[in-house]
């Protein structure tokens, strides 16, 4: 708010998502080729998709908020809470 400018947010924000994309997309590939007779492997494939699948969600469902212009700042997306004065 004191630069009057969202570009360093933006950029830490933006980085932020990016490595967490990375890390966990390529913890889940690393995890993929897993002989079918392993199970430990297998599960830990899984573990490693559905942690990325939930990361996924969790930052489509945030970015897809939007504020729908009232002067109270209230959030219209599905599951997010609103804030009144």
Same mark, same amino acid.
């Given at each position: 708010? @004191?630069?009057?400018?969202?570009?360093?947010?933006?950029?830490?924000?933006?980085?932020?998502?990016?490595?967490?994309?990375? +890390?966990? !997309?390529?913890?889940?590939?690393?995890?993929? +080729?897993?002989? +079918?007779? @392993?199970? +430990? *492997? %297998?599960?830990? !494939?899984?573990?490693?998709?559905?942690? !990325?699948?939930? #990361?996924?969600?969790?930052? #489509?469902?945030? *970015? *897809?908020?939007?504020? @729908?212009? @009232?002067?109270? %700042?209230?959030?219209?997306?599905?599951? *997010?809470?609103?804030?009144?004065?």
């Amino acid at each position: 708010m @004191d630069t009057g400018s969202l570009n360093e947010l933006e950029r830490l924000l933006t980085e932020s998502v990016k490595k967490g994309l990375h +890390a966990r !997309f390529h913890n889940l590939i690393e995890k993929k +080729a897993f002989r +079918a007779d @392993d199970v +430990a *492997a %297998g599960r830990e !494939f899984i573990e490693s998709y559905v942690t !990325f699948i939930h #990361y996924v969600e969790r930052l #489509y469902k945030t *970015a *897809a908020e939007t504020v @729908d212009g @009232d002067s109270h %700042g209230k959030i219209v997306s599905g599951g *997010a809470h609103e804030h009144h004065t």
